[in-house]
């Protein structure tokens, strides 16, 4: 009981401060929302620009250490893959001038064949059937690429 007359006591002390308070006229501080508005903008606009300029600068640090990995790859080329299966794959790789044919399962890898002269050139594309048959089916005659 007596703490609820100390708090109304010192409510009835502070009421002539806070209307001499009320009184006074109000003075309102200038409008610098535009202001602010254009400064977050452009705070959020060099942001954007700084993560997109780190993601890229990451993506080409990625290439360019992808490169390091085979720091000598003129040694050894994949010269062609065929799948032969969802998890089965038959390579030919090139190595120091041989060419080896490689059985590839998720368990293992062996060697099927090793041809002593090259079956096909490694950088050239093997010239198929394909085009040419595509060509017939469309109606269209087929004719070779000339080389200049």
Known sequence: MKQLLAGFAASLLAAPVLAE??????????VTGAADTVGTLVSLGLGLLAV???????????????GMTGMNNQAMKVVSVMA???????????????????GITPSSIRTL???????VEAGKPVPGDFARRLQGMIGKPWNTPSKD
């Open 52 to 66: 997109v300029a780190i993601i890229y600068g990451c993506a080409w640090m990625v290439r360019r250490m992808n």
């Open 113 to 119: 064949h090793v041809f002593d002269e090259p079956v």
């Open 84 to 102: 032969l299966g969802t998890r089965e794959r038959i390579a030919l790789v090139e190595v120091g001038g041989q060419q080896i044919l490689l």
């Open 21 to 30: 308070e009320a009184g006074k006229p109000v003075v309102k501080a200038p």
